[in-house]
Structures are given as C-alpha cells and as structure tokens.
T-cell receptor
Framework: DVKVTQSSRYLVKRTGEKVFLECVQDMDHENMFWYRQDPGLGLRLIYFSYDVKMKEKGDIPEGYSVSREKKERFSLILESASTNQTSMYLC?????????????FGQGTRLTVV | RKEVEQDPGPFNVPEGATVAFNCTYSNSASQSFFWYRQDCRKEPKLLMSVYSSGNEDGRFTAQLNRASQYISLLIRDSKLSDSATYLCVVISSYKLIFGSGTRLLVRP
C-alpha cells in the first residue's frame, strides 16, 4: 500500500513565524504535490515537483516555497506565516505521466495561524 | 474562470435514487480525467478514471465528452455510504487540477 505521511495533523503557529510542513512517501513516486483546501474553494495547487530538486508553481504559490532534496520528501515552507494561510494542507504523490496516474494523499495538516 | 468547474450542491437524495454530477474543464489540451471521493475530515481517494468510451464500475458510470469538455458521474441505487463530496479532477500540463467538489447527502 502506498503511504503518504504528513508530519503533523494539527499545527498552531503565530503570525510571522517560519513554518515547515513535511511530507514523505514510500512508493518511489516521481510526482509530489502540495494543496490547500478551504471551504467553498476546493483543493488549490500551491506547488508541485516532478523530480528531485525540480519544482513548479501551482495556482497559488505566493507566500510559499518548497524543497525537494530527496525523492521521498517534499517540504512546504511558509516564510512568514499570516492568518490568511490558516487552512488544511494536503500533500499527494503519483507516478509520472498522465495515464491513469492515481494520486495518493496524506491525511492532511490543519494549520491555524494566530 | 476556474479551470475545472462543478456544481457545489449539496444534492440531497433518498436511498435508491439515481444521481448525476457534472463537471466542465477549460483547457482543451487536458490529458486525463478522474473522479475522487472525499469523506468528511478525510483525504481524497480515487473513485474512478474517466475514459472517452465511458466506463462503469458497479453502480458508478463515468463519461467524458472531449468536444464539449464535459465529464459526468452517474450513481445508481444510492446507498447511505455514498454520502461524501465528489471531486472532478483533470490532469493538465502535468498538474493535477481539482474542481471544488459536489456534496452528496443520501438520506434513509
């Protein structure tokens, strides 16, 4: 079974803090994704990576950066957390290509910025 | 305009009903299409892929119309356990793009 693990289920941080959200997958997947999910807005893509050290901006990259130093790990960084970054963050991984590439998700991290 | 659009619902139906969800996408170069299911406070999980020829998995039927850029999901004989949010997903330029989801409530 594919397993995607996010480091925290719940996180509370203060405005201005630097926040790291970690994601690890154990199936040797090339693609990894970070989304945030907000009521009424669905899942919005922040960043994705299709290989080690490669990254592409998604639809809402502002205020975020990512790091992929190893194939199994994809980190999302909030350089200076703000209250509008309070959200559910979901990490996913998949095989490369676009045919039948099922994405597997972590359990999510609910981040609250106060 | 969002790249993938869905009716947010909720759809409130009795057990045994047939319900249909629709989704449109804006990028004609999109390569692959899926329906995911998300239960309350859980992560999304793949329900089924969607092919141009249409495909069926038990009570679920998915259809794709590339000319109209339209995807559908039909659920027959609804069960209480079908209550969830159904997410339309498109792969476009190697990115996995999600619709905002349609919520289904199946009542006894």
């Amino acid at each position: 079974d594919v397993k995607v693990t996010q480091s925290s289920r719940y996180l509370v941080k203060r405005t201005g803090e630097k926040v790291f959200l970690e994601c690890v997958q154990d199936m040797d997947h090339e693609n990894m994704f970070w989304y945030r999910q907000d009521p009424g807005l669905g899942l919005r893509l922040i960043y994705f990576s299709y290989d080690v050290k490669m990254k592409e901006k998604g639809d809402i990259p502002e205020g975020y950066s990512v790091s992929r130093e190893k194939k199994e790990r994809f980190s999302l960084i909030l350089e200076s957390a703000s209250t509008n970054q309070t959200s559910m963050y979901l990490c996913a991984s998949s095989l490369p290509g676009h045919e039948n590439t099922e994405a597997f998700f972590g359990q999510g991290t609910r981040l609250t910025v106060v | 305009r969002k790249e993938v659009e869905q009716d947010p619902g909720p759809f409130n139906v009795p057990e045994g009903a047939t319900v249909a969800f629709n989704c449109t996408y804006s990028n004609s170069a999109s390569q692959s299409f899926f329906w995911y299911r998300q239960d309350c406070r859980k992560e999304p999980k793949l329900l089924m892929s969607v092919y141009s020829s249409g495909n069926e998995d038990g009570r679920f039927t998915a259809q794709l119309n590339r000319a109209s850029q339209y995807i559908s999901l039909l659920i027959r004989d609804s069960k209480l356990s079908d209550s969830a949010t159904y997410l339309c997903v498109v792969i476009s330029s190697y990115k996995l793009i999600f619709g905002s989801g349609t919520r289904l409530l199946v009542r006894p």
